[in-house]
T-cell receptor, first 115, second 113 residues
């Protein structure tokens, strides 16, 4: 399809394991974002990529979290040594221009459960 | 800092009822304001937006007016349908090209036939 694609849609892991979440943005979208939504909470900004600029990592909650993006395509969010508080839905979004337009296109999310 | 506060949910209405979902914000400067909607099994999508005070955003019968004096952006629809059942998120984008959207907690709307 032409939308933002995320995988896996569901991931259950044991505490202490590493996980990788993947996001395939809409073709041609230069901006890519990761957000996190914990149960009963709003969306929490994690990281933002814009073209070849240095990513804005200001929302990453700890050094266990990292993300990469290859050019203007796929991005992976890696969580090392997962903790139970990492359980959440991780949302990826992309946009044509920067965030100031507000028009982000979201994937369906990856639901992470840490046991 | 920037924040968005939405009314507590969930909200359950009968078809053709009037809908109001409250949203207030805290931000410096003149942010842009947005409503996003997430239908079951789908990703969030932009519903409407307003970029300056007194602007009214509208789409699919929904409206919201940017009220700077009350720092609000309440979502309204005159007659809801079952297909409007979804989660609704209010969001703001502060001034600046590299700023990020700040979202509220979202509210679940269920419309009964």
């Amino acid at each position: 399809g032409a939308g933002v694609s995320q995988s896996p849609s569901n991931k259950v892991t044991e505490k202490g394991k590493d996980v990788e979440l993947r996001c395939d943005p809409i073709s041609g979208h230069t901006a890519l974002y990761w957000y996190r939504q914990r149960l009963g909470q709003g969306l929490e900004f994690l990281i933002y990529f814009q073209g070849n600029s240095a990513p804005d990592k200001s929302g990453l909650p700890s050094d266990r979290f990292s993300a990469e993006r290859t050019g203007e395509s796929v991005s992976t969010l890696t969580i090392q040594r997962t903790q139970q508080e990492d359980s959440a839905v991780y949302l990826c979004a992309s946009s044509l221009a920067g965030p100031h337009t507000g028009e982000l296109f979201f994937g369906e999310g990856s639901r992470l459960t840490v046991l | 800092g920037n924040s968005v506060t939405q009314m507590e949910g969930p909200v359950t209405l009968s078809e053709e009822a009037f809908l109001t979902i409250n949203c207030t914000y805290t931000a410096t400067g003149y942010p842009s304001l947005f409503w996003y909607v997430q239908y079951p099994g789908e990703g969030l999508q932009l519903l409407l937006k307003a970029t300056k005070a007194d602007d009214k955003g509208s789409n699919k019968g929904f409206e919201a007016t940017y009220r700077k004096e009350t720092t609000s952006f309440h979502l309204e629809k005159g007659s809801v349908q079952v297909s409007d059942s979804a989660v609704y998120f209010c969001a703001l984008n502060p001034t600046g090209a590299n700023s990020k959207l700040t979202f509220g907690k979202g509210i679940t709307l269920s419309v009964r036939p």
